[in-house]
């Protein structure tokens, strides 16, 4: 017995310390235990591409996708921690060193080294062609599973500013800025951001009153004149901007949209003030300052009394895609991190994986987690589906509905599967130092008030609903996938499911528009968690089909049973033996 001393209990503090090794190993184990490579490690991810794409597509990006998979869970992980680290937060330098103004923000070089291997990639470069957006989001999603990292933002803004462009830039501006947005090299590429936010308005982008006025001496250049309360990627190169144009009315069909360069030609800054750099409560990595304009100089995007519809149909619907993506790739990381933790840490003489309470709460995130990402990716595949033309007026219907559905419900559910994270690792949970875990919990608030709060959306769910019709192709997409079923313990209840809410959005449109509004968020959640439920249930088929694995039909039938039934599990038969398949 070590120096002869006793604890409280009677026992050797020896024995004490060798309790607590074991503890420790216990951490070293499930540290050591973390995938090595994201898309290597996401056997469902891989299945999910492969469905939607094809065997051939498939195995021309598999190779890609591993290489960039592996990057990130080694190298870009251990840098956006750094980087992450509270001394290591983006700085404001207004002068430099002779006074001269630069409005400058400076990163601490781990962020750059991220910023390098993960534009590095070449997930922008891939717009240059129609069609590639899965193939994009796919290296997003994989990007995203280290969180917001500093850069994932700026991807989201940079994608939408190359399809505005895309779609209704003058030839000149293609010319200029195209090559620039498109390019994989970190240190010569061009950052997209948009300054959209102002004070008085926030969601309400109709209540905008910065100022754009043109400049006689060359047609399609303005100056733009006030304050932006939001601009995120303040670094970026370019930015788009909304402005108030004169005499083109009040609301949003007065605001025209800008593109503004950073820095001017002769190589002074633009003429914005940085007043400030956000202390936000998520990404925190990537800087969000407020901005006064002073006379700054754009250039004219599209057609004037078209700035508002351009904004939305290629810039934030983009953005709400890529948010999507995001917080599935945060809920892919959330559960690998609970899993290797139940996996190897110890209570009561087991590891806590055994317990049924943990299995429990295992399961389910996983179900979540598979749900939230087979329908933002159907909608990624679809999207490239119309860019290529092979798909109409149904599917960009359909797309109106679930974009907006898709980005809200898809934040809220991973909300609730990082929560139930943090719980399984109990105290060691809410160490910003132990896990990624409350980094992505805080990320995930600012994700769903990013492009669209949840009231915000719901508000114009129901507005399109009632003047575009666009929920027929939506239920109709949710009932042609549970048809396609073979397995008759969801194809049915789907069907029922997807008649019975048809009728409960009639009844509730009946109503009038603020009165529908309070039964309006139940049911939309409702309708888009059998949404999910569907397009997990026909990956299932598939992957029963071709790879006689059931790992999906029984994710889809859990999902189904707890989300959109709402049954508890002693109503649910198969729920002990399913329960403990998932976890595993």
Same mark, same amino acid.
């Given at each position: 017995?070590?120096?002869?001393?006793?604890?409280?209990?009677?026992?050797?503090?020896?024995?004490?310390?060798?309790?607590?090794?074991?503890?420790?190993?216990?951490?070293?184990?499930?540290?050591?235990?973390?995938?090595?490579?994201?898309?290597?490690?996401?056997?469902?991810?891989?299945?999910?591409?492969?469905?939607?794409?094809?065997?051939?597509?498939?195995?021309?990006?598999?190779?890609?996708?591993?290489?960039?998979?592996?990057?990130?869970?080694?190298?870009?992980?251990?840098?956006?921690?750094?980087?992450?680290?509270?001394?290591?937060?983006?700085?404001?330098?207004?002068?430099?060193?002779?006074?001269?103004?630069?409005?400058?923000?400076?990163?601490?070089?781990?962020?750059?080294?991220?910023?390098?291997?993960?534009?590095?990639?070449?997930?922008?470069?891939?717009?240059?062609?129609?069609?590639?957006?899965?193939?994009?989001?796919?290296?997003?999603?994989?990007?995203?599973?280290?969180?917001?990292?500093?850069?994932?933002?700026?991807?989201?803004?940079?994608?939408?500013?190359?399809?505005?462009?895309?779609?209704?830039?003058?030839?000149?501006?293609?010319?200029?800025?195209?090559?620039?947005?498109?390019?994989?090299?970190?240190?010569?590429?061009?950052?997209?951001?948009?300054?959209?936010?102002?004070?008085?308005?926030?969601?309400?982008?109709?209540?905008?009153?910065?100022?754009?006025?043109?400049?006689?001496?060359?047609?399609?250049?303005?100056?733009?004149?006030?304050?932006?309360?939001?601009?995120?990627?303040?670094?970026?190169?370019?930015?788009?901007?909304?402005?108030?144009?004169?005499?083109?009315?009040?609301?949003?069909?007065?605001?025209?949209?800008?593109?503004?360069?950073?820095?001017?030609?002769?190589?002074?800054?633009?003429?914005?003030?940085?007043?400030?750099?956000?202390?936000?409560?998520?990404?925190?990595?990537?800087?969000?300052?407020?901005?006064?304009?002073?006379?700054?100089?754009?250039?004219?995007?599209?057609?004037?009394?078209?700035?508002?519809?351009?904004?939305?149909?290629?810039?934030?619907?983009?953005?709400?895609?890529?948010?999507?993506?995001?917080?599935?790739?945060?809920?892919?990381?959330?559960?690998?991190?609970?899993?290797?933790?139940?996996?190897?840490?110890?209570?009561?003489?087991?590891?806590?994986?055994?317990?049924?309470?943990?299995?429990?709460?295992?399961?389910?995130?996983?179900?979540?987690?598979?749900?939230?990402?087979?329908?933002?990716?159907?909608?990624?595949?679809?999207?490239?589906?119309?860019?290529?033309?092979?798909?109409?007026?149904?599917?960009?219907?359909?797309?109106?509905?679930?974009?907006?559905?898709?980005?809200?419900?898809?934040?809220?559910?991973?909300?609730?599967?990082?929560?139930?994270?943090?719980?399984?690792?109990?105290?060691?949970?809410?160490?910003?130092?132990?896990?990624?875990?409350?980094?992505?919990?805080?990320?995930?608030?600012?994700?769903?008030?990013?492009?669209?709060?949840?009231?915000?959306?719901?508000?114009?769910?129901?507005?399109?609903?009632?003047?575009?019709?666009?929920?027929?192709?939506?239920?109709?997409?949710? =009932?042609?996938?549970?048809?396609?079923?073979? =397995?008759?313990?969801?194809?049915?209840?789907?069907?029922?499911?997807?008649?019975?809410?048809?009728?409960?959005?009639?009844?509730?449109?009946?109503?009038?528009?603020?009165?529908?509004?309070?039964?309006?968020?139940?049911?939309?959640?409702?309708?888009?968690?059998?949404?999910?439920?569907?397009?997990?249930?026909?990956?299932?088929?598939?992957?029963?089909?071709?790879?006689?694995?059931?790992?999906?039909?029984?994710?889809?039938?859990?999902?189904?049973?707890?989300?959109?039934?709402?049954? =508890?599990?002693?109503?649910?038969?198969?729920?002990?033996?399913?329960?403990?398949?998932?976890?595993?």
């Amino acid at each position: 017995m070590k120096n002869g001393r006793l604890n409280q209990n009677g026992d050797s503090a020896e024995q004490d310390r060798s309790e607590a090794d074991l503890g420790r190993e216990s951490l070293a184990a499930w540290k050591e235990s973390q995938p090595d490579n994201f898309f290597a490690y996401d056997l469902g991810f891989q299945r999910s591409l492969e469905f939607l794409w094809g065997r051939d597509t498939y195995k021309q990006h598999a190779g890609r996708l591993f290489r960039f998979g592996s990057l990130l869970a080694s190298t870009v992980d251990g840098l956006v921690e750094e980087a992450s680290r509270d001394q290591n937060q983006p700085r404001l330098e207004r002068y430099d060193p002779i006074g001269e103004r630069i409005e400058r923000v400076i990163y601490h070089p781990a962020h750059h080294d991220a910023g390098r291997m993960i534009f590095d990639s070449g997930m922008m470069s891939v717009f240059a062609e129609p069609g590639n957006n899965l193939l994009a989001l796919a290296m997003f999603y994989l990007s995203a599973q280290n969180g917001e990292a500093g850069h994932n933002c700026s991807l989201a803004c940079t994608a939408g500013m190359i399809k505005v462009l895309q779609a209704v830039g003058s030839d000149k501006l293609k010319r200029r800025y195209l090559p620039h947005l498109l390019d994989s090299n970190y240190d010569t590429l061009y950052q997209g951001a948009q300054f959209l936010t102002e004070i008085q308005g926030g969601s309400d982008v109709g209540a905008n009153a910065m100022l754009a006025k043109p400049l006689e001496i060359e047609k399609g250049l303005w100056l733009l004149s006030g304050e932006k309360w939001f601009c995120s990627n303040i670094s970026a190169d370019l930015a788009l901007v909304t402005a108030r144009v004169a005499d083109q009315g009040s609301g949003t069909r007065g605001l025209g949209l800008f593109l503004m360069p950073r820095g001017l030609e002769n190589g002074q800054p633009n003429a914005i003030r940085i007043n400030r750099l956000k202390e936000k409560l998520g990404t925190r990595g990537l800087a969000t300052a407020e901005v006064e304009f002073q006379g700054a100089l754009a250039h004219q995007l599209g057609p004037l009394d078209q700035g508002f519809k351009n904004l939305m149909t290629f810039v934030i619907n983009t953005s709400r895609v890529y948010n999507a993506l995001a917080v599935c790739g945060a809920a892919r990381r959330v559960y690998i991190t609970a899993k290797t933790f139940a996996q190897n840490r110890r209570a009561f003489g087991q590891a806590i994986i055994h317990y049924p309470l943990v299995q429990d709460t295992l399961a389910n995130m996983r179900a979540d987690s598979s749900a939230i990402l087979a329908g933002s990716l159907h909608i990624v595949n679809l999207v490239d589906k119309l860019e290529l033309g092979d798909a109409g007026n149904q599917a960009r219907d359909f797309l109106r509905l679930a974009i907006n559905l898709n980005k809200y419900r898809s934040a809220i559910l991973t909300r609730e599967i990082i929560a139930q994270g943090i719980e399984l690792l109990g105290g060691n949970g809410t160490i910003e130092s132990f896990s990624i875990l409350p980094r992505l919990l805080r990320d995930n608030f600012v994700y769903e008030n990013w492009e669209g709060t949840h009231n915000v959306l719901l508000a114009q769910v129901q507005r399109d609903i009632r003047r575009y019709q666009i929920s027929e192709p939506f239920l109709l997409a949710i =009932e042609s996938m549970f048809l396609g079923i073979e =397995e008759e313990s969801l194809r049915v209840p789907g069907l029922e499911e997807q008649a019975k809410t048809k009728n409960e959005l009639t009844e509730v449109l009946a109503m009038d528009e603020l009165t529908a509004a309070i039964f309006f968020r139940p049911l939309m959640n409702r309708i888009t968690d059998l949404y999910y439920a569907a397009c997990l249930a026909a990956e299932g088929e598939w992957e029963l089909r071709e790879k006689k694995d059931r790992t999906k039909l029984r994710l889809a039938k859990l999902f189904f049973d707890k989300r959109v039934l709402g049954r =508890e599990p002693k109503d649910i038969p198969y729920y002990d033996d399913q329960v403990s398949r998932l976890c595993h």
